[in-house]
């Protein structure tokens, strides 16, 4: 190996500049707002420092194929991150009531795409919020997505409105929390309502607008949960349900690339939503679990732990973060990158669970799990 010199590194920092100044025009005038310079600039730092060891560590051959070898790669990948221009394309977005729906409406009418907005209530305040907030390009539709009749009426009217420019994304995005508390202690007809909603319901917009993607090669964004992608306590019902939607995202995934349509799946960690709802609606979860729990599954457990573990739970929901950004970058680079990732993972540290539950033996993420995760007193049998 040959020591460090400048004339060395002045080549791969010459053709770093390049590459990284390319990569930056071609974002710039993809008009992005998910890639910013700096991430171009470490980008290239990085390349720049790759081929400066390179020329200086290994023979001019290895330097230079290995330094090569990264630029095309470089090359390859800025160019498959580029953006695609809004252009008023348009996009439906289910569960727009409230909560991410409403907001991610308003967020995209805002970047001038044209928005349909399904909600479960056209009358309701969420609605007549976004006629008003929004501009003409966004229309608002009654559509309950359990609801197969609403749900072809919408397809149709959508259909004849976009017969000249195309629909180009739908988010599944409409979801519900359910009675959240230990596995055995939730009836059978919220498991039914969390499937019927998070995972039928998306499995039935899915389908029905899928003739109108084929024609436009556009994309589906699921937004799914970290609760669909590891095992969180007392979230049975909806975990499974999300569960189904995560699955079911990769099988489209692959079997939708034949026709040019992409499947970008999004796991969100915790984010303050009206899904959690109101203290009003956790007391009468409670009592409803209460009121199906046999005799002697609630001597058992006793009304005390389940009183403790579900508001503890709901003050733990009160405490999440209010501000969408990172889930709003992650959704829009799934609309118009030429190329969206498979999966995103938007909010604090929800990468690093995926990480940690996939790729570390079981016993490991089961312990840290119960370290970090609110620990519950025991049930009255085990006390």
Known sequence: MTLFSWEAGLLPLGVTMVLGGTALYKFKKSQSRTVSSPAVLCHSALLCLWG???FSSLSVFWGWTLFSLACCISLAYS??????????????????????GHALSKYLDELGFTVFVGVLNEKGSGA??????????????QMDITNPAQIKEVQARIAEKVQHTGLWAVINN????????????????????????NFFGAVEVTKAFLPLLRKSRGRFINVSSMAGALPMKHFAAY?????????FSGVMRLELKKWGIKVALVHPAGFKTNIGGTSEMWVKQEKDILENLSPDVLEDYGRD?????????????????????PLFTDILHGILCKNPSALYTAGVFSYLWICLFSYFPVSVFDYIAHKIFLSNPLPKALT
Do not use: H
């Not at 160019?79 to 991410?100: F, H, K, W, Y």
């Not at 975990?239 to 699955?247: D, E, G």
């Open 239 to 247: 975990s499974s349900s999300k569960a189904a939607l995560t699955m």
């Open 174 to 197: 409409a979801g519900i929390l359910g009675t959240i508390g230990d596995g055995e202690l939730l009836p059978m007809n919220i498991y039914r309502q969390c499937m019927d909603v």
């Open 79 to 100: 160019t498959s991150q580029e953006m695609l221009p809004v252009d008023g394309r348009a996009v439906l977005i289910t569960g727009g009531d409230s909560g991410i």
């Open 305 to 325: 732990y389940l009183r403790s573990s579900t508001w503890r739970l709901y003050q733990n929901f009160s405490k999440s973060p209010t501000d969408f950004s």
């Open 128 to 141: 007549e919020a976004l006629k008003k907030s929004c501009s003409k390009r966004t229309s608002v539709f």
């Open 52 to 54: 400066a060891y390179c």
